[in-house]
């Protein structure tokens, strides 16, 4: 990339941002808050471009309020360097002055973009990748709220009845459903086992024999009845409710998610991958946006997904490795859970996990390594366009 004539620094805000431009000697050529709107952004972006047409502009937030103005810069060709909230709140720190200002914060990004050159541009991805991290993103804050939901769940159900709360198992839908109809030691005992278990049944509940014998035995367990009893029944059955509805709504999610990442290029080759399952892939795809070329290399990806250790040394001590603490928590998910279920189906990775545990490596360890081989693997496959097969074993020559 060449080397700019001007530095645009944005300092994003919910409803304002606030930019600052400069020159090569670090000269402040404008400066001024502007609407988080787009006929507003647009005239920033033609006055900005009045000056030099030759600009590099900077954002300290790559997604949520600047998506738009994002937007408009890369469908107007212009190049956009990402520098992180940390990256900026550290050099910030070294420029005169304790205050702290979003004019101050826009000149820093732009004057950070100006002196760094190890700066990537953002590449914000095809539509099918834009789509899949919206969809896999939204997924992970619903089943983040049944999670929360289900623990809701467990606490007011031990204000019930404490046994009941023992014997279920709330992340399976069948304890849950049962909740929605019976909550109480009293309703189980007056129901009777064969009226709950073809209640169960008839809601198709696999089985159905074995949580009834639970529930009763619970049930018979306590008898008191214990204060504010009917209200807090009341409460289980809409929490349960409220579960049931998270569960169908990431069902809804999981196909809306392999519906679109399979119209992606790259579907069947990422999905060829022993252990990369379609969810693994879609978040692998909406983690790199499927485009191999902004990472230049197999190194590189392993670096962004934590993968490629980086060293730690300091006076007398050297030879350090320590995982960086800049990664895509997603992206490494995605490597680590794969190479998981991969010692099941794949000969090459349970032969390569086997062997780093014959090294002294631990479980967790030994899983890092295969991920990381994985990195390479799958680059090759996406880099040549070819589906993941065994290589044949070699055969001495008779």
């Known amino acids: 990339m060449t080397v700019p004539r001007i530095w645009a620094g944005v300092d994003i805000g919910k409803e304002h941002h606030h930019c600052v431009v400069i020159d090569a000697s ?6 001024r808050r502007v609407l988080n709107d787009e006929s507003a952004l647009l005239e920033l972006i033609r006055d900005v471009l009045a000056l030099d047409d030759d600009a590099l502009w900077a954002v300290d937030v790559n997604h949520g309020a600047a998506a ?6 890369v469908s107007g060709d212009q190049p956009v360097a990402y520098l992180t909230g940390l990256a900026v709140h550290r050099a910030s720190g070294t420029y005169r002055g304790e205050g702290k200002t979003d004019a101050k914060d826009a000149f820093v990004i732009a004057d950070q973009a ?7 541009l953002l590449r914000p991805g095809d539509d099918i990748a834009v789509d899949v991290r919206t969809l896999t993103t939204r997924r992970t804050d619903v089943v983040a709220d049944r999670t929360r939901q289900i623990n ?10 404490p046994a009941l709360e023992r014997v279920l198992d709330l992340t399976n839908q069948g304890p849950v459903l049962l909740l929605t109809g019976y909550q109480t030691p009293a309703a189980i005992r007056q129901a009777g086992a064969k ?6 049944r008839h809601r198709k509940v696999r089985g159905a024999g074995t949580l009834t014998t639970a529930v009763m035995q619970a049930a018979q367990a306590q008898h008191a009845v214990l204060p504010g009893e009917k209200l807090a029944a009341a409460m289980v059955a809409r929490l349960a409710k409220g579960v049931i509805a998270l569960d169908q709504e990431i069902a809804e999610l999981d196909a809306l998610i392999e519906a679109r990442f399979r119209e992606h290029p790259h579907a069947a080759v990422i999905l060829s991958l022993p252990g990369m399952g379609k969810l693994l892939g879609a978040e692998f795809l909406a983690a790199t946006g499927g485009d191999m070329d902004a990472f230049g290399t197999a190194d590189r990806l392993a670096g962004y997904a934590g993968l490629a250790p980086a060293p730690r040394d300091s006076g007398r001590v050297s030879g350090n490795l320590r995982r960086p603490r800049r990664f895509h928590r997603g992206l490494l998910r995605a490597f680590y859970l794969s190479s998981f279920a991969s010692l ?3 000969p090459a990775s349970k032969a390569f996990y086997q062997r780093k545990r014959a090294e002294g490596k631990g479980h967790k360890q030994a ?13 090759a496959m996406i880099r040549d366009g070819q589906s993941y097969h065994l290589s044949p074993p070699v055969t001495a020559a008779a």
């Open 26 to 31: 670090g000269g402040r050529l404008l400066s």
């Open 68 to 73: 738009l103005l994002i937007g408009l810069l």
């Open 114 to 120: 100006r002196m760094r050159k190890d700066l990537g």
């Open 152 to 161: 809701r769940l467990r606490a007011q159900l031990l204000e019930v009845c």
């Open 195 to 200: 009226r709950v278990e073809t209640w169960l």
């Open 344 to 346: 099941k189906s794949c």
């Open 367 to 379: 899983l890092l390594a295969l991920s990381r081989r994985r990195v390479n693997v799958l680059w």
